[in-house]
């Protein structure tokens, strides 16, 4: 069947459901290096917001920089809302500092050391709430508020995505990606043995913390077309607990939280760095829609993923961008066709790169890529 082109909501939104649509979506990050180093070469003005920390993933202020990468590449998805779940909403204290990176005590109580002129993952230094007896206290912080949201960073988005006809996600992260910027890996890991109750009480705060949220953000009028929930629970050999215990204290929370999306008919979308393999038929099964990023680094590859969960799941990425840093075109090329060629049959599949696109990546090799994908993504 020929269909004729599409807006990017309705492109997206029959991907999402596995239809066949005029072309595969396309989508993408950039880590904060790989954005301002083209905007330089675009001539897009680069302004950070004055309100927001600059170690935020895009610190950026939508309301006076009209275009975003997403305009001038003509993305097809625009997120919005990502609430802010730091227990106090307050300013981080400088702890030390040095030319190359700064150590901070932040709203949860955490001690992390940032890179000053780099993204990436900071050091986890110390966490102060590290026993049921502190979380006891603090607890009382998790509220459903207002200040929550970036209003006047959100609205100028989600008028101008309206306007174009993009498709809107509401973001979130869910209550792992939270609660280990609060208890830290180890203490959050190490309790689901020693105190299940603590953390089940942990997670079930925070899955109805992010419900109160969404809701909230709704009742505005901001509402969107599906939903983008963010949650790292794995490194590059698989995920960070067994199967038995994502399944006792995680999966619940995920499935609490797909079913207020999904009863409004807005897929979920659902992302996670590192090997999910092992607990794939649990996503599916909570009412994830889409995979993503599908990192190649950690041994993803849709390829294989596609004809063995094709017809239950969408995939987005997993176009490793250590095949884009070199810059080469055939190696771009064969990427690029050969991930569309295996997973496009299913009618599932959006582009985005396997993470988010790093320095090293040229202009030239990303303009490249898109070519390829406007071209050899086309369903004829």
């Not at 927001?52 to 998805?77: C, K, N, Y």
């Not at 913390?209 to 953000?217: A, T």
């Not at 909570?286 to 599908?294: D, E, M, R």
């Not at 991930?339 to 790169?353: F, I, N, T, V």
Request: with cysteine; net charge negative; charged share 30%.
């Amino acid at each position: 069947m020929v269909i004729s082109t599409m807006t990017s909501r309705q492109r997206v939104a029959r991907t999402l459901r596995r239809q066949e649509a005029d072309r595969v979506p396309i989508y993408d990050k950039f880590w904060f290096e790989t954005e301002r180093a083209w905007r330089e070469q675009l001539g897009c003005a680069w302004e950070l917001d004055p309100r927001r920390s600059h170690f935020d993933w895009e610190a950026t202020a939508p309301e006076t920089q009209m275009r975003t990468l997403g305009d001038v590449f003509d993305l097809d998805i625009v997120e919005v809302a990502w609430p802010d779940y730091r227990l106090r909403l307050v300013a981080p204290e400088v702890l030390e500092e040095t030319n190359e990176s700064i150590l901070q005590r932040d709203g949860n109580d955490a001690v992390l050391r940032w890179w000053k002129h780099k993204m990436g993952t900071p050091e986890h230094v110390s966490y102060g709430i590290d026993t049921p007896e502190k979380w006891a206290r603090v607890k009382p912080l998790t509220t459903t508020t207002r200040a929550r949201v970036r209003w006047h960073e959100f609205w100028p988005l989600y008028r101008r995505a309206r306007a174009a006809d993009r498709f809107l996600c509401f973001c979130s992260v869910e209550p792992f990606e939270i609660v280990k910027d609060i208890l830290g890996h180890e203490i959050m890991l190490k309790a689901m043995l020693k105190q299940p109750e603590w953390v089940h009480d942990v997670f079930d705060t925070f899955t109805r913390q992010i419900i109160g949220m969404f809701e909230l953000v709704e009742a505005e009028g901001m509402t969107c077309d599906g939903a983008f929930i963010y949650g790292d629970m794995a490194y590059n050999t698989g995920p960070f607990m067994s199967p038995r215990h994502y399944r006792e204290f995680l999966w619940p929370c995920l499935k609490r939280i797909c079913d207020e999306f999904n009863r409004r008919d807005m897929p979920v979308i659902f992302h996670s760095d590192g090997d999910i393999r092992l607990v794939i038929d649990d996503l599916i099964e909570a009412g994830v829609a889409t995979l993503q990023p599908l990192e190649a680094k950690a041994n993803l590859d849709v390829r294989e993923l596609a004809p063995q969960y094709g017809d239950r799941v969408g995939f987005m990425g997993n176009i490793d961008v250590r095949v884009l840093m070199t810059n080469d075109t055939e190696q771009v090329r064969a990427e690029v066709r050969s991930k569309l060629a295996a997973a496009m049959p299913y009618h599932g599949y959006m582009y985005h790169s396997d993470h988010s696109v790093p320095p090293g990546v040229t202009l030239e090799t990303y303009r490249l890529l898109l070519e390829e994908l406007r071209e050899y993504g086309q369903y004829r």
